[in-house]
């Protein structure tokens, strides 16, 4: 909307900047928040801690933040008071030096034969707990003087927020101390607050920063010189944390070793707040985790592994060998598992088929594809007798791709199977098609929404609707069969399917043959309700207007 501002209006929000930059003071509002809660993945909800809150301030703020932001990093970074060593935010600066300084201590540990242990720290609500004086001091020992000071006093100072759930807010809290979240100048004010750090570290200590993620490392032929440093950097970082108000968590900070000799040696002991920090492994345990490396490996290689496989599935075993190498080797790297481990347990251990069983699935959907689209022109394709003679006289000669797939299907117990043809799509892209999707409880979670307030959601609904005719439908499966069913005012139509067919396939079904019954119908509004949500494209209750046009429908 900013953007698209006349130039009048543009110079109007102009003025209001510099009479906020010059007059010294600061709109109340921009100093209020909203805080959306986000659940972290696989905690406890009843846990406050296991949210993860997401600011929303004002626009105009932020926008007038970036301006002071731009200003404040160009004196920083053309002054040099920004570490050399402090990767966050800056330009021309990432994650990857980190990860290139981290890398280049090792394997120069590695070939001096020495050890290195690195120590990565957690700064417990880094943000939260930053301390605004400590800012503004530092902002003065920069040699920062006038309205940018003044600015970023004014915007620090009786911060506000109101935490919102579904669509009630809390009172209003005052954050006492703690840069903003969500802010675009919390970022260089945090890092300028942690950038003393550096000052604290003895020599033989190698350190990087990422904003608040920090690192040090000491290398050596001795483990004991090793801890002792280690220790001494760790106490100095401990008295520079009490004196800024920072504290470091130590669940989450780790130790990790890295060496390649092969004989015992002790692990180093150094302690944080009088606890020992947990060493870790530096093997599988180190880098990526394996859903990352599996969904890398999925991605990257077996995707071009699939990629005609179809076809390429009636070669030699020799050749196909080749490719189970591969496949074997990147589970073993994924799962970080023995090179002694059976290709048995890597299938179980990283949900993964082997190749082989790969391309009789993929052989099978495109089979199925073929015979489910009229117009293929394979669609009526069988092999004649005199070929198929010629086959069982010849069982050398690789078969082709229609009798593999008819194999595939006798094996798996799966030549009853039904398949119907694609539907013939008779609606017109250009003409209003009568179709609507609607979903009255997307903004509910299933896991924490009573069964009371769907009650509620769906009778306001039918009356909303209550001159469409409903119909429901549903599918269902169990070990033994598949099955679906559609209930109309006066009339439940329930059929079986191939114990083989999916839940979706049941579902879509259902909805399937209720759109066929519907067609023969009289002309009326119809509404079909689905618990489905992979069925429609835009949600799990849907209708269908014909010959009454209602102002109502949206």
Request: net charge positive.
């Amino acid at each position: 909307m900013i953007k698209h501002l006349s130039n009048s209006s543009l110079q109007n929000l102009l003025l209001l900047y510099n009479r906020i930059w010059h007059e010294h003071c600061f709109p109340s509002s921009w100093q209020q928040a909203i805080i959306i809660p986000i659940p972290k993945p696989g905690k406890d909800l009843s846990n406050p801690l296991n949210y993860r809150p997401i600011a929303l301030t004002n626009c105009l703020c932020k926008l007038m933040e970036r301006m002071v932001n731009r200003r404040l990093v160009y004196y920083l970074e053309h002054n040099k008071i920004l570490s050399p060593f402090q990767s966050g935010f800056r330009p021309g600066r990432c994650t990857i030096d980190n990860l290139l300084a981290l890398e280049t201590d090792i394997r120069t540990t590695f070939l001096k034969r020495q050890h290195l242990v690195a120590i990565f720290f957690d700064i417990e609500k880094a943000y939260d707990r930053t301390w605004r004086y400590g800012i503004l001091q530092d902002l003065f020992n920069c040699n920062l003087r006038g309205n940018l000071p003044i600015f970023i006093q004014n915007f620090l100072r009786l911060r506000q927020f109101r935490v919102k759930v579904g669509y009630q807010l809390s009172d209003l809290i005052i954050q006492e101390e703690g840069v903003p979240q969500g802010s675009v100048l919390s970022v260089t004010l945090f890092a300028l607050k942690i950038n003393s750090i550096f000052k604290h570290l003895q020599p033989s200590i190698k350190s990087f920063l990422y904003v608040d993620d920090l690192h040090i490392s000491c290398s050596g032929d001795n483990m004991g010189f090793i801890e002792r440093q280690l220790q001494i950097a760790v106490n100095k970082l401990t008295q520079w944390s009490i004196l800024n108000g920072f504290t470091f968590s130590t669940s989450k900070t780790s130790c990790v070793h890295f060496c390649r000799k092969r004989r015992l040696h002790p692990e180093p002991e150094i302690k944080l707040y009088d606890k020992v920090i947990n060493v870790v492994l530096s093997n599988t345990s180190w880098g990526a985790s394996r859903l990352s490396l599996l969904r890398v490996y999925r991605a990257a290689i077996l995707s071009k592994i699939d990629y005609g496989c179809t076809i390429y599935g009636s070669a030699r075993q020799s050749v196909l060998q080749k490719l189970n190498t591969i496949h074997h080797s990147a589970l073993r790297l994924c799962s970080g598992a023995f090179r002694t481990s059976p290709v048995e347990s890597l299938y179980v251990e990283c949900h993964e088929p082997s190749l082989e069983h790969r391309r009789q699935m993929l052989t099978l959907h495109y089979f199925s594809k073929i015979l489910t689209n009229p117009n293929h022109p394979y669609f009526n394709y069988k092999q004649s007798r005199f070929l198929q003679r010629l086959q069982d006289a010849r069982p050398s000669v690789v078969p082709s791709f229609f009798t593999r797939a008819a194999g595939f299907l006798h094996d798996f117990n799966l030549e009853t199977a039904q398949l119907l043809p694609n539907p013939v799509i008779l609606l017109t892209p250009w003409i209003p098609h009568g179709l609507k999707f609607l979903n009255p409880f997307e903004n509910y979670d299933k896991t924490n929404t009573a069964s009371d307030i769907y009650l509620k959601l769906f009778t306001h609904h039918r009356e909303l609707y209550h001159h469409f005719i409903p119909v429901f439908t549903n599918g269902s499966k169990s070990s033994t069969q598949t099955s679906f069913a559609c209930v109309f005012i006066n009339s439940t139509l329930s059929f079986q399917l191939h114990p083989s067919c999916s839940i979706f396939t049941a579902e879509i079904r259902a909805i399937l043959h209720s759109l066929s019954e519907i067609s023969n119908y009289p002309a009326d509004n119809y509404i079909i309700y689905s618990d489905s949500l992979s069925v429609p494209p835009q949600g799990h209750i849907f209708f269908r207007c014909d010959g009454i046009h209602d102002p109502e429908v949206p």
